[in-house]
Nanobody, 122 residues
Framework: QVQLVESGGGLVQAGGSLTLSCDAS????????MGWFRQAPGKEREFVAV????????LYADSVKGRFTISRTDAKNTVYLQMSSLKPEDTAKYYC???????????????WGQGTQVTVSS
Protein backbone atom coordinates (compact mmCIF):
# COMPACT_ATOMS: atom_id res chain seq x y z
CA GLN A 1 0.00 0.00 0.00
CA VAL A 2 1.47 3.31 -1.09
CA GLN A 3 1.65 5.93 1.62
CA LEU A 4 2.91 9.48 1.74
CA VAL A 5 3.15 10.70 5.32
CA GLU A 6 3.87 14.34 6.05
CA SER A 7 5.32 15.67 9.28
CA GLY A 8 6.88 18.82 10.68
CA GLY A 9 3.94 21.17 10.60
CA GLY A 10 3.10 23.44 13.49
CA LEU A 11 2.70 26.98 14.73
CA VAL A 12 5.43 29.52 13.99
CA GLN A 13 5.73 33.28 14.18
CA ALA A 14 6.01 35.39 11.07
CA GLY A 15 9.60 35.52 9.90
CA GLY A 16 10.33 32.12 11.34
CA SER A 17 11.28 28.85 9.73
CA LEU A 18 9.88 25.35 9.53
CA THR A 19 10.87 22.19 7.69
CA LEU A 20 8.30 19.70 6.45
CA SER A 21 9.11 16.09 5.68
CA CYS A 22 7.30 13.54 3.57
CA ASP A 23 8.11 9.85 3.86
CA ALA A 24 6.97 7.71 0.96
CA SER A 25 6.53 3.98 1.21
CA UNK A 26 4.82 1.07 -0.48
CA UNK A 27 6.71 1.22 -3.76
CA UNK A 28 9.88 2.63 -5.22
CA UNK A 29 9.80 6.34 -5.93
CA UNK A 30 13.09 6.47 -7.78
CA UNK A 31 11.37 7.47 -11.00
CA UNK A 32 8.82 9.78 -9.44
CA UNK A 33 8.81 13.53 -9.13
CA MET A 34 7.68 14.66 -5.72
CA GLY A 35 6.19 17.90 -4.62
CA TRP A 36 4.23 20.01 -2.20
CA PHE A 37 0.87 21.69 -2.45
CA ARG A 38 -1.09 23.69 0.08
CA GLN A 39 -4.66 24.61 0.78
CA ALA A 40 -5.82 27.44 2.99
CA PRO A 41 -9.35 27.53 4.43
CA GLY A 42 -11.82 28.66 1.81
CA LYS A 43 -9.25 28.57 -0.96
CA GLU A 44 -8.35 26.13 -3.68
CA ARG A 45 -5.35 23.90 -3.36
CA GLU A 46 -2.28 25.48 -4.91
CA PHE A 47 1.10 24.31 -6.09
CA VAL A 48 4.12 25.11 -3.91
CA ALA A 49 7.17 23.23 -5.19
CA VAL A 50 8.22 20.13 -7.10
CA UNK A 51 11.48 18.25 -7.48
CA UNK A 52 12.40 15.82 -10.24
CA UNK A 53 13.17 12.16 -9.61
CA UNK A 54 16.90 12.89 -9.94
CA UNK A 55 16.75 15.88 -7.65
CA UNK A 56 18.41 18.01 -10.30
CA UNK A 57 15.38 20.01 -11.34
CA UNK A 58 13.08 22.05 -9.14
CA LEU A 59 10.17 24.34 -9.71
CA TYR A 60 8.56 26.81 -7.29
CA ALA A 61 5.45 28.89 -7.12
CA ASP A 62 6.26 32.59 -7.41
CA SER A 63 4.80 33.19 -3.97
CA VAL A 64 7.44 31.03 -2.27
CA LYS A 65 10.43 31.46 -4.57
CA GLY A 66 13.50 32.50 -2.62
CA ARG A 67 11.94 31.52 0.71
CA PHE A 68 11.22 27.79 0.33
CA THR A 69 13.59 25.02 -0.72
CA ILE A 70 12.57 21.55 -1.79
CA SER A 71 14.97 18.61 -1.59
CA ARG A 72 14.92 14.83 -1.47
CA THR A 73 17.12 12.08 -0.07
CA ASP A 74 19.41 9.99 -2.26
CA ALA A 75 17.11 7.06 -1.61
CA LYS A 76 14.42 9.18 -3.29
CA ASN A 77 11.74 8.22 -0.83
CA THR A 78 11.80 11.28 1.43
CA VAL A 79 11.19 14.83 0.34
CA TYR A 80 11.65 17.98 2.41
CA LEU A 81 10.33 21.49 2.24
CA GLN A 82 12.45 24.02 4.06
CA MET A 83 10.41 27.14 4.68
CA SER A 84 11.90 30.39 5.86
CA SER A 85 10.76 34.00 6.19
CA LEU A 86 7.30 32.63 6.76
CA LYS A 87 4.33 34.93 6.35
CA PRO A 88 0.79 34.68 7.72
CA GLU A 89 -0.39 34.04 4.16
CA ASP A 90 1.65 30.83 4.17
CA THR A 91 -0.84 29.42 6.66
CA ALA A 92 -2.39 26.32 5.10
CA LYS A 93 -2.50 22.57 5.15
CA TYR A 94 0.49 21.32 3.24
CA TYR A 95 0.23 18.16 1.15
CA CYS A 96 2.94 15.96 -0.26
CA UNK A 97 2.37 14.39 -3.66
CA UNK A 98 4.16 12.15 -6.14
CA UNK A 99 3.84 11.57 -9.86
CA UNK A 100 5.95 10.28 -12.72
CA UNK A 101 5.91 13.68 -14.42
CA UNK A 102 7.15 17.13 -13.40
CA UNK A 103 3.89 18.43 -14.78
CA UNK A 104 2.45 17.30 -11.46
CA UNK A 105 2.69 20.98 -10.57
CA UNK A 106 -0.61 21.31 -12.43
CA UNK A 107 -2.25 19.34 -9.65
CA UNK A 108 -2.75 15.95 -11.23
CA UNK A 109 -0.76 13.47 -9.16
CA UNK A 110 -0.69 9.73 -8.71
CA UNK A 111 -0.31 9.82 -4.95
CA TRP A 112 -1.22 12.24 -2.17
CA GLY A 113 -0.53 12.46 1.52
CA GLN A 114 -3.01 13.43 4.20
CA GLY A 115 -1.42 16.79 4.89
CA THR A 116 0.18 18.64 7.78
CA GLN A 117 -0.99 21.98 9.12
CA VAL A 118 1.25 25.03 9.09
CA THR A 119 0.07 28.12 10.93
CA VAL A 120 2.01 31.37 10.81
CA SER A 121 1.05 33.97 13.39
CA SER A 122 1.56 37.68 12.81
Amino acid sequence: QVQLVESGGGLVQAGGSLTLSCDASGRTFENYAMGWFRQAPGKEREFVAVISWSGLATLYADSVKGRFTISRTDAKNTVYLQMSSLKPEDTAKYYCAADRLMTMYKGVCDYWGQGTQVTVSS
